[in-house]
Nanobody, 120 residues
Framework: QVQVVESGGGLVQAGGSLRLSCAAS????????MGWYRQAPGKQRDLVAT???????KYADSVKGRFTISRDNAKNTAYLQMNSLEPEDTAVYYC??????????????WGLGTQVTVSS
């Protein structure tokens, strides 16, 4: 069983910054990919950024140059630094972790999300 918990959301004015954290815990052997996704009201959940163990990143076009994903592999933790926030970034942000447990079973776990609200 692998649990994922997000933190760091909140209310910020346009142009401001926030840093989200994501901690994975449980019987984790390795986490191949950690990622952030977001879902605005009435919309589907979309990819924001992902980061593999070897450092490969992927970003949504809408956040390139403003958001940065990073991770601490030793702590099974990922971060999302969000700068120059825009009202369009308002959403619930979810963390995802995918990898293998100590028993070599694959897992693909989601957190419950953290709300980010950007006021204009």
């Amino acid at each position: 069983q692998v649990q994922v918990v997000e933190s760091g959301g909140g209310l910020v004015q346009a142009g401001g910054s926030l840093r989200l954290s994501c901690a994975a815990s449980g019987t984790i052997r390795n986490i191949a990919v950690m990622g952030w996704y977001r879902q605005a009201p009435g919309k589907q959940r979309d990819l924001v950024a992902t980061l593999t163990t070897d450092g490969s990143t992927k970003y949504a076009d809408s956040v390139k140059g403003r958001f940065t994903i990073s991770r601490d592999n030793a702590k099974n933790t990922a971060y999302l630094q969000m700068n120059s926030l825009e009202p369009e970034d308002t959403a619930v942000y979810y963390c995802n972790a995918a990898g293998r447990t100590f028993l070599w079973k694959t897992f693909d776990s989601w957190g419950l999300g953290t709300q980010v609200t950007v006021s204009s």
